[in-house]
């Protein structure tokens, strides 16, 4: 029998439980540093060291943490689901929780490519925190991290909106929605298709979404327990 498809699309606050800090909230990353500084493709060609920093420490954060009560629950609903897990997040949280099919529309930071014109052709594992200034690829350009920068193409998209066309369920957490074309993807779900929204703030969603104000981890609790025991 055909199991009931479940797409997760997830943002930052998915993994704030897991002590990794969203963008806009108070406090967030994009308080402390301004885009235009490191994550554009202008950034990288004015000051690389910089940029380079600054996802060092990234992935140093993401490293170090773990995955909390939510990215499980979300792993737990494969159980009973074909679930496909569509995040803008470059944190491996996911993985690390067991969800087996994860799309990375922003890139992924435990990868680094070549800065050089063959960028989007080979992505290398980093299994180390920090790239080094001189790190180079094979081609002879320095390492660069393998994330979306602002004004650059998502490559994943196609796939993402491939794999929404056919969702039964689509559960929203953790994400502003502001950042497009990938909060655009929720678009493209089928409009009989059962929408939830994670997110103890105000999110701006269709009215077909149930919204649930809570944190990521105590509203998927409840929420894939409650989807888990709809099919015994
Ligand atoms: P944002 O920082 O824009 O939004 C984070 C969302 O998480 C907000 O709606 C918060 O209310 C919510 N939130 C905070 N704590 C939470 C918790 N404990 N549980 C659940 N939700 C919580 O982050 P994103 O929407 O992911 O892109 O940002 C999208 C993109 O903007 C990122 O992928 C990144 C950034 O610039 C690039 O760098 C290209």
Redesign the pocket.
Known sequence: MRKEKIIVFS????S??SGLG????SG?LWEKYKIEDV?TPEAWNKDAEKVTAFYNMRRKQCFEAQPNPAHHAIAALEKKYDVEVIT??VDDLHERAGSSKVIHL?GELSKVKSSGPSAEKAFYEQSHWEVKMGDLCPDGYQLRPHV???GEAVPMLEEAVKKIVSADIVIV???????YPAAGIIDYAPKNARFYL????E?NVPQSFNVIKK??SEGLVDLVKSLNKEKP
């Open positions: 943002g930052a606050g998915v704030a439980e969203t963008f806009r909230d967030g994550a803008q997040n922003h979306v920068w602002f957490v953790g994400t502003s929605l502001n950042v994670v997110d103890p703030n999110v944190t990521a």
